[in-house]
Nanobody, 120 residues
Framework: VQLVESGGGLVQPGGSLKLSCAAS????????MGWLRQAQGKGLEWVAG???????VYADSVKGRFTISRDNAQNIVYLQLNGLKPEDSAIYFC???????????????WGQGTQVTVSS
């Protein structure tokens, strides 16, 4: 299993970013996927998940601002980040679920992460 995130960067408050995660080494359509984040000095926080049937679930802290989606033809999972706040600054990790509808904490593989920094 390999998960490779990209798309992070520096953005001003209120701005947007789109993160991508390219997945390989497993049958992508058979598993839920998710995004986690870890701010400096803090623990891992679950952000969003998407099941194999495209149903999406979100943490309350990002609901209405972030959108998770998946492209089953390309084996990519995305996280659209809108209305970014300084407290969204973190390393964002893509994760593979253990099952078709698995969600946090039922993830078994993570990527290396991509840094998102929200600052003026």
């Amino acid at each position: 299993v390999q998960l490779v995130e990209s798309g992070g960067g520096l953005v001003q408050p209120g701005g947007s970013l789109k993160l991508s995660c390219a997945a390989s080494g497993f049958t992508f359509t058979s598993y839920a996927m998710g995004w986690l984040r870890q701010a400096q000095g803090k623990g891992l926080e679950w952000v969003a998940g998407i099941y194999g049937d495209d149903m999406a679930v979100y943490a309350d802290s990002v609901k209405g601002r972030f959108t998770i989606s998946r492209d089953n033809a390309q084996n990519i999972v995305y996280l659209q980040l809108n209305g970014l706040k300084p407290e969204d600054s973190a390393i964002y990790f893509c994760a593979k679920g253990k099952s078709y509808r698995g969600t946090w904490p039922e993830y078994d593989y993570w990527g290396q992460g991509t840094q998102v920094t929200v600052s003026s």
